[in-house]
């Protein structure tokens, strides 16, 4: 193959344009030449003023000069807002946002994301709504077999939610074959650079922006200064990078280090502060308690808090034993539960359910009926009245739950009316219409068990875990399947045995 400038010389040569224009060019006087030229630059110059230009509107035009940034962080804020990879395509509603981080009741993590199976079964029987997941990083202990874009959306289909964690370099004082460096512009860089890591495998696992990243970081002597500003240095960046991705900044540490440093910092402004922190104290514990000695910046006070209260524990759930760390966590908590009628405009929520009969009148009666005709059992609109046209209602509800059909709304019967619908799995810090649903049910069937508030909290575990055990059906604490089947059939309730002085 010739060499590129004979290539070119040979193409010029047989161009058969070029001969002609070039001697017509030489055969111009100079004068004449010189004109020409001149109107050219002219011409060009009139242009470029006609060209239109981005001018600067009234607030740009007054607004102050600011700091032109560097070569880097310039590169570094359109890689991060690049099309496809920033907060711009990617950026979700601050309703849908809140929907994908605010929650709270019990979390495990594993080293490895347990299979599909495993995950089904301890849904149902596990008091665990969360599972921590380490998506990447190059000092991630664990390969995930399980771990793909499908179990991601399998798991959060059917109610999981997600802790995402990325595992990167550690302090610069410890033994770690990654650490950060020393030099704050460097450790700014490997933040940067863990914080585009943890948003890729994010991505790629189908997690949105507006979720919650974790960072990993382990135990490192926090008295050391450089190293403490290094790692402080290091997580800014972090949380800087992945707000400008549109997704929030998580920190997981020991109590006593990453947590003590970071919460230390003073100064909202001149420092970012993660969006959460997740701290590992086993001191037992399942709640998100943190006194001064640790925290003295004023946030995460009420929620933005994943408490690691017991580390390598086994536990078996649904026949699955697997080895986990045990949290609870506090990130907040959906809008305030507004008191929705269960049907036909009317407030079902009662502190006791009172057994009604043909005859009886009033607003219990008309709640009834509402219900009654939700569930296709009563036709008509309801007029207070409990006549026998609802007493057969009651009736065909009684033969559907397979119940006596006495025509009495008694306590089984108000339960099954009460209970009807779908059989979600609800537990620990579930909220919504389905858990106040729960609630009225378990009211009918154990009175005074538990209040009706729409938030599965501790008193509805206990009621719900009472109900269980007097039921006959397997105590677990959470509103499953059979649970709510029970519910739906009036199962009768089994007093607890007396254990008293026997009667002579």
């Keep these: 193959m010739p060499h590129p400038r004979h290539r070119r010389a040979r193409n010029r040569a047989s161009d058969p344009v070029r001969p002609p224009l070039r001697s017509l060019i030489r055969s111009l006087p100079r004068p004449v030449l010189a004109a020409v030229v001149a109107l050219a630059v002219v011409l060009s110059v009139q242009a470029a003023d006609a060209r239109p230009v981005d001018r600067p509107g009234p607030a740009e035009a007054s607004a102050p000069l600011r700091e032109k940034p560097s070569g880097l962080d310039q590169r570094e804020r359109d890689r991060d807002r690049a099309p496809g990879r920033g907060a711009e395509r990617g950026a979700v509603q601050p309703a849908q946002a809140r929907a994908l981080h605010s929650w709270s009741g019990y979390a495990f993590d594993a080293c490895r994301a347990p299979s599909s199976r495993a995950m089904d079964r301890w849904r149902v029987a596990s008091p665990f709504r969360g599972v ?91 008295g050391r200064g450089r190293c403490r500003s290094t790692v402080l240095r290091f997580l800014g960046a972090w949380t800087r990078t992945l707000h400008r991705s549109g997704y929030r900044s998580g920190v997981y540490s020991s109590v006593s280090a990453g947590i003590k440093a970071v919460g230390k910092v003073r100064g909202r402004r001149s420092y970012p502060h993660p969006d959460a922190i997740w701290f590992a104290w086993a001191n037992g514990r399942r709640d998100t308690w943190l006194g001064r000695d640790w925290l003295r910046a004023p946030r995460w006070k009420t929620n933005g808090r994943v408490h690691q209260y017991a580390l390598d524990v086994r536990a078996s759930y649904g026949g699955v034993r697997l080895a986990i760390d045990r949290n609870y966590v506090e990130l907040g908590s959906s809008p305030t539960l507004r008191r929705t009628p269960a049907a036909c405009g009317r407030d079902a929520d009662r502190r006791h359910y009172r057994t009604l009969r043909r005859g009886n009148r009033g607003e219990v009666v008309s709640t009834a009926e509402c219900l009654l005709r939700s569930a296709g059992h009563l036709h008509g609109r309801p007029d207070g009245h409990f006549d026998g046209r609802t007493r057969a209602a009651v009736r065909q509800l009684q033969r559907s739950a397979g119940l006596r059909r006495t025509g009495r709304l008694d306590e089984r019967t108000w339960t099954a009316l009460l209970a009807g619908g779908s059989r979600p799995v609800l537990k620990r810090g579930s909220e919504g219409p389905a858990v106040r649903r729960l609630q009225r049910s378990l009211t009918a069937a154990l009175p005074g068990a538990v209040s009706v508030h729409g938030h599965f909290g501790p008193a509805t575990s206990a009621a719900v875990q009472r109900y269980q055990r007097r039921a006959r059906l397997r105590v677990t604490g959470v509103a499953a399947h059979r649970t709510w089947l029970a519910l739906q059939h009036g199962r009768p309730v089994v007093p607890p045995k007396r254990h008293g002085p026997k009667r002579p």
């Design 132 to 222: 921590g997941i380490y998506i990447g990083g190059p000092l991630r202990a664990c390969q995930q077999k399980h771990l793909t874009r499908r179990w991601v959306a399998r798991q959060t289909r059917r109610g999981w939610r997600t802790l995402p964690i990325w595992v990167g370099p550690q302090a610069s004082c410890t033994g770690y074959g990654r650490r950060i460096s020393t030099r704050p512009a460097l450790a700014h860089r490997q933040g940067v650079r863990a914080a585009r890591g943890a948003r890729a495998a994010a991505l790629s696992l189908g997690i949105t922006p507006g979720s919650t990243l974790w960072y990993d970081l382990e135990w490192f002597p926090p």
